[in-house]
Structures are given as C-alpha cells and as structure tokens.
C-alpha cells in the first residue's frame, strides 16, 4: 500500500554519497520531525494517557501517571457492545460500498475508456461529495429519510414499511450514512485498478469458452484486487472509528452509538481521558491487526 | 496506503491542468467494440442512477440555501434570495466568523504541509538514505489512523503539556495529517519528471540552485498545486479531529455538528453551495483546458 509507492523508486542521479545524504537530511529532517512531534509522541502520550489513574482527592478530569491496565478491562468491560457495533457496521458498509462502486469504477474504468472527457466528468462527479460538507450531506440524507419525508412516507402508504416504524435512528440509517459518505473512498482506488485492466486477457477468457460469469470471477476480480483492497480498507478504516453518523443528531439514536462516540463523549465530556484513550488505543490495535490478516489472506503483501 | 495514494493521485489528477495521464499512469488498450446487445444498456443506466444518487444530498442542501426559513432549515416555505445575499447577517455573523476561521486554518495548514510534504517527496524519490522505510511507514500510518485516534492523541498531547487549544493546536493538527497526502501526490509527479532536462539545465551551467528554480520547480508546479488542493480541500472539511483539538474556536464543520441539534440556519447552505460550486468550477476548469490541450498537442503531433 501506499508504502509500496514509498518505497518502489527508482533512483536516478548517481551518487555523490557526502553531499546529497547532506542534501536528502535537510529536505527530510523538517518534515519527519513534524510527524514524530504531532504523531508519533502523540500515540505515545495516548498510551500513557490510557494507563492514568484518578488523582486521589483530585477534581474530576484530574489524573497521574501509573500503570493502572485496569482501564482496559474497565472499558472493554463497559463498551464491549460499542466496539463489536463499530466493526459490524464498518463491515456492512464496506460490503455495500464495494457492491455499489464496482460496476460504477467498471463502467468510468473500462467501457467509458474511449471518451477521455466523459471519464474526467464522471469522475468529478464521484468526488463532487467531498466538496460539500461532509456533515451537511449526511443532514441533508437525515432530512430526506426522516419520518415525515416523502420517501418514507410513500414507502409506508404501500405498506412497504411498518406505519410505526422510522428508519433515521436505526442501525440501518448509520449503516445507510456510512456507505454514503465513503463511497468516493472505495470507488477512486477501484478506478484506478480498472483503468488499467488489459480487456484482452478478458477477451482471452471468453474465446476459451468461459461464460461471462466465469470471466468476471477467474480474471476480472483477481486482475482488479489491488483496488479492491485498498478500497475497503480506505471504507472500514474511517468508517470505524466514525462518530458523526452514528450520532443522535444526525442518522443514529440511542442505541447505534459507536465506538468514536464513546471515545468523544469520555475525552470531551466526561473529561474521563484514561477512558477514551483506552478506546483509541484499542480501535487502532484492532484495525491494525485487521489490515495485516486482510492484506495477508487476500494476498496483496507485495502491496504494503 | 497506495490506495490512499492512488485515490488522492486521481483526486489530484483532476485539478492538474496538464499531464495527468503520468500520473495516472499508462492507458490501458481499448476494448474491442462489441455488436449492440439489451445488456449493453444495464451499465450505463446504472452509472446514471449510481450518480444521481451521489448528488441527491447536494442537491437538497443546495435547494435549501434558497428556502426563506426562520430558524430551523427543515421544512420548505418558500423560495428567495435574501439568505445568499446576506449571509453574515444571521446570528451576529457566527457561520461567517466559523467560515473565516476555517479558510484561515486550511491556508495556513495547506503552506505549511505543502512545503514540508514536498521536500520529502523530492527526497524520496531522489536521494538513498538510510531508515527509508522506516520513514515509509512514518508516513503512512497517518493515513491508516482513525481520525478519532489522531485527534484525541493529539488532544491527549496538548493536555498532558498543558498547551490550550485554540486556532494554533487546529493548524498543528490539520498540517499533521495533510503532510502525507502531499507526499503521495507529489511524488508521483517527481517520480514521473525527465532526469535528462536537469541535466539540460546544469549542461548549460546553470547552478544547482538555478537548476531547481528554473527547471526543477516549474515542472514539479502542477503536482505541487493539486497536492496543495487536496491538502486545503482536506483541512476545510475536517471535522473529527478539528473537534478534539478546537476548544472553544469555531470551524466551519463544527458549527454545523453544533448547531445540528437545534436546527442549521440556510447560511450555513449557502456557504457550502458557494464553495461546491468555487470547487467544481475549478476542477471543471482544469479539466477542460487539459482536454484542449491534449486535442491541440494530438493536431501537431
């Protein structure tokens, strides 16, 4: 993944070692160093942060350092339900954006090929939600499916849907959100594999007698896993750790709360910092190790 | 994440006003044109509701920028021009303070990452230098973060050193996580630059420095352009970790997650209609110079 692309260069100059390790120092050091101050230390004062205690006779959201692991059995303990709903629904909306970006990336991709314009509109089309706000969009949806939106209320009147049931505050309505706002994440790196399938080795397929099924599932589908991995894994990332979906003012109610909410409502909140770094360091071990199995199974390492 | 790296190429791609065809690497060959069947349709229809779909929310929130509501923007009662004419007027100009504040934090971030996220790709790609992939992954575990991860490590480092959090801590966080897009989008754009024209350039005995200015930067310009974009693009709309690291300074996101709860005044419509449109006009702009150029080098060559 993208340090594939990091690390797959191809060195031009011939070296002239002293000087241009002098030169590559200064163009690196300024950068790097910014990335361990605010994002590696950062990750390290998480974990500390997660291991504090509560200061004895201390204030609300007044802690010390200690080794008090109790906190992970604490918020594992209390937010178990939170974490398997945040990987659930990740899950689901990954399943659904890939179902809905593949034929989309096929058809800009492959068919549309011949028309570069077209495939530059369409494509400016697929980003276009990135230009508006991501939290007016997903008002815009609660607003469109709300109870008494015309959507909803015509599926009621053909009995389509219970005449007491809603959908904004469900599980399905986060879920909804959440393909929504990552569909553009999962149909870009898509495209970007598609774009560059070589049909012949699909014409090849077919004059061997294979039916267009087979073709789509022995050569299309292996031909175009690198963007199938990279787009769901850039879907269940965020998708995971979201917390604007699932909120109750937007498409989430009571019980659809998420991982992120707990984590914002502890740090911001409760002022239970611990806590909420408890969570994060969780969230992001999980998906760590979730990305290395994926990767790993679908056997793109060469990739990473 | 090449991913990552591919989905913001092609991003990219789209504001360059040339060459994005390196970027995006070679054309694959053209499928063989197949005789008309019923089935040839299914795809291109698809396509077309795949994509009103897509724009459905856009075109709500704009129709709504022109609803004469009062406080709540929920119900439709009526058309009129009065929110886009006075945008600032509602709530002692609160969306537009918000507004400014985020064009401020995504100009500044986008300097600040652009011309760090630069230099490491020129490096990158040019140099050999030890810890290389220690420093691959340096930069791309950002991109794999959670973005309530890295707003609340941050917010986790800013309490521990008892920094307050203000526009500062904003900026520092929104440079953080931009550095590695421009990375990915301007490497591609190094990794793709002719050697054979610097050596034009130092041929000619045009000084290392000269050589940069004159030759190395201009041709790097369009990458560095869409990188900084995406990177402004990237800032403007952040609202997750912008939240862990605001205090008690409005974005233009978090006005928005604030106000949800009691209702979002048509300004705020307004302003993201205004700067969809700014924003599509741009890359549509691009887009179709590029075309034109493209159709004109095809006449010559």
């Known amino acids: ?122 494509l400016v089309l697929v980003i276009a939600p990135f230009f508006i706000s991501f939290l007016l969009r997903t008002l815009a949806w609660k607003q469109l499916l709300s109870d008494e939106s015309f959507v ?67 050569v299309t589908i292996p031909l175009s896993m690198p963007g199938i991995v990279a787009g769901t ?19 989430g109610g009571a019980d659809t709360q998420m991982i992120g909410n707990v984590i914002e409502a502890n740090f911001l909140v409760l002022q239970n910092y611990p806590a909420a770094a408890a969570l994060s360091i969780i969230l992001m071990a999980v998906i760590l190790v979730i990305v290395g199995v994926y990767v790993k199974r679908s056997g793109t390492e060469e990739l990473l | 994440m090449s991913g990552e790296g591919q989905a913001g190429t092609v991003v990219a791609g789209l504001f360059e006003t040339e060459n994005a065809e390196t970027a995006r690497g070679s054309r694959a060959p053209l499928p063989r044109p197949r005789r008309w069947s019923p089935s040839s349709w299914i795809l291109p229809a698809y396509a077309i509701l795949a994509f009103i779909f897509l724009l459905i929310p856009i075109a709500y929130t704009f129709i709504f920028s022109f609803n004469d509501s009062l406080k709540s923007n929920i119900s439709w009662r009526g058309f009129t021009f009065d929110k886009w004419l006075n945008v600032c007027a509602v709530q002692n100009g609160a969306v537009c303070e918000a507004f400014a504040n985020s064009i401020v934090i995504g100009v500044v971030a986008t300097v600040v990452a652009t011309i760090l996220g630069t230099m490491i790709a020129i490096a990158i790609v040019r140099y050999r230098f030890r810890a290389r992939s220690g420093i691959s992954l340096l930069l791309f575990l950002p991109m794999a973060t959670p973005e309530v991860v890295l707003g609340a490590g941050l917010a986790a480092q800013f309490l521990a ?38 050596e034009a350039g130092r041929d000619l005995y045009g000084s290392p420095t000269q050589v940069f200015l004159r030759v190395t930067f201009p041709l790097l310009l369009p990458g560095i352009i869409a990188a900084a974009l995406l990177s402004f693009a990237l800032s403007f709309d952040d609202f997750i970790i912008t939240n862990f690291n605001s205090g008690s300074v409005m974005t233009f996101p978090k006005y928005i997650y604030i106000s949800a709860s009691r209702g979002i005044p048509a300004e705020a419509n307004v302003i993201a209609s205004a700067v969809f449109l700014f924003a599509i006009a741009l890359v549509l702009v691009a887009q179709i110079s590029q075309a034109a150029r493209r159709r004109k080098l095809a006449k010559q060559g």
Not at chain 1, 49 to 67: C, K, M, N, V, W
Not at chain 2, 164 to 174: G, R, V
């Open chain 2, 161 to 198: 050193f008892g920094v307050p959090k203000d526009m500062l801590t904003i900026i520092l966080a929104h440079t953080m996580f931009c550095i590695s897009f421009v990375v990915v989008t301007v490497k591609a754009r190094v990794a793709s630059l002719d050697p054979a024209l610097e």
């Open chain 1, 233 to 251: 894994l850039l879907t269940f990332i965020p998708a995971a750790g979201d917390y604007v979906n699932a909120s109750r003012d937007f498409l």
């Open chain 1, 152 to 218: 909803i209320t015509s599926l009621k009147a053909l009995s389509l849907m219970a005449p007491d049931a809603h959908f904004t505050g469900t599980p399905a309505a986060v879920i909804f959100g959440l393909t929504y706002n990552f569909i553009p994440f999962m149909t870009l790196p898509l495209f970007t594999t598609l774009e560059r399938l070589d049909t012949r080795y699909l014409e090849a397929g077919s004059d061997l007698y294979a039916s267009p099924f087979q073709v789509f599932r022995k």
């Open chain 1, 1 to 122: 993944m993208a340090f594939a692309a990091f690390s797959s260069t191809s060195v031009v100059a011939e070296p002239a070692p002293r000087k241009k390790s002098r030169i590559a120092l200064f163009l690196l050091l300024p950068g790097i160093l910014y990335l361990v101050l605010f994002f590696l230390t950062p990750l390290v004062s998480l974990v500390l942060t997660s291991l504090q205690a509560p200061r004895e006779f201390g204030d609300i959201g007044q802690y010390d350092y200690a080794f008090n692991w109790q906190n992970y059995v604490q918020v594992v303990d209390a937010y178990w339900p939170h974490i398997l709903r945040s990987f659930g629904y990740a899950l689901a909306a990954t399943v659904f954006a890939l179902a809905f970006s593949y034929p989309l990336a096929y058809f800009i991709g492959v068919k549309a090929r011949r028309w570069p314009l077209l495939q530059s509109l369409m």
